[in-house]
């Protein structure tokens, strides 16, 4: 598990963190964020720096999306392995996956800042030691051993230049007959990338079910969020 060190209260200088609550039914979850997208960009010029900016500091309307679909469904997660890629949303996804029963749950992100609230973010809601975290780029994916039963994601389908990669690594990521479950606001380059896992690596992965989840954003707004069900292929 990453250790969290005297990093974490450097962040607040760089970055305006924010402590929210956001409750599920019975669960309440505490998460440190930073306040809204302007905030996170405020003082930045370089675009060579926002390419590779941590937007996982962010409680995206995605990463809520695809938790209540999980409350929906306990049985997604229920007693099996997961992996969350591109912990976005500062891991609640991973986290509302351990609280329905995950056996495992290890969350990845490449960048350092992220994986420092993924890690504060797992202990304040009592998962020090419960969910893990790991640096991971997927075009240098490190060897995780065993396939795991579930890969979530969301709003991880952004940028094109990383599709190409992330279609060569899910296959090492599913274990046969495992889940695929993602979540987007139904940006186009997303169901492009729909589009080719279909067309590409077919012969992996079952047709992709895609549901809309109406929820509410952090500042109130309501959104429309697509969730993306694919099951991999038994062999």
Request: hydrophobic share 40%.
């Amino acid at each position: 598990m990453l250790e969290i060190s005297s990093f974490i209260a450097g962040l607040p200088k760089r970055y305006p963190l924010v402590d929210v609550s956001r409750r599920f039914g019975n669960c309440e979850y505490r998460l440190t964020c930073v306040r809204d997208q302007d905030a996170l960009l405020s003082g930045i010029t370089d675009e060579a720096e926002i390419d590779n900016f941590p937007f996982g500091l962010l409680l995206w309307a995605s990463a809520i999306a695809l938790s209540e679909r999980i409350i929906e469904e306990p049985s997604l997660v229920a007693r099996k392995s997961v992996l969350e890629i591109g912990a976005g949303g500062v891991g609640l996804p991973g986290l509302v996956a351990k609280q329905m029963g995950a056996e495992r749950v290890l969350q990845t992100d490449y960048h350092t800042e992220s994986l420092t609230l993924l890690a504060q973010n797992a202990a304040q809601n009592g998962y020090a030691g419960r969910v893990e975290q790991l640096r991971a780029d997927w075009r240098s994916f490190p060897e995780l051993g065993q396939p795991f039963d579930v890969v979530i994601g969301s709003d991880v389908l952004y940028e094109r230049t990383l599709h190409d990669p992330l279609l060569t690594l899910l296959p090492r990521l599913v274990v046969p007959g495992g889940l695929l479950l993602l979540s987007d606001p139904m940006r186009p380059q997303a169901l492009s990338f729909m589009a080719r896992l279909e067309a590409e690596t077919g012969e992996e992965w079952l047709p992709a079910v895609m549901t809309g989840q109406r929820t509410t954003e952090p500042d109130g707004g309501v959104r429309e969020i697509a969730i993306f069900c694919v099951r991999r292929k038994k062999f």
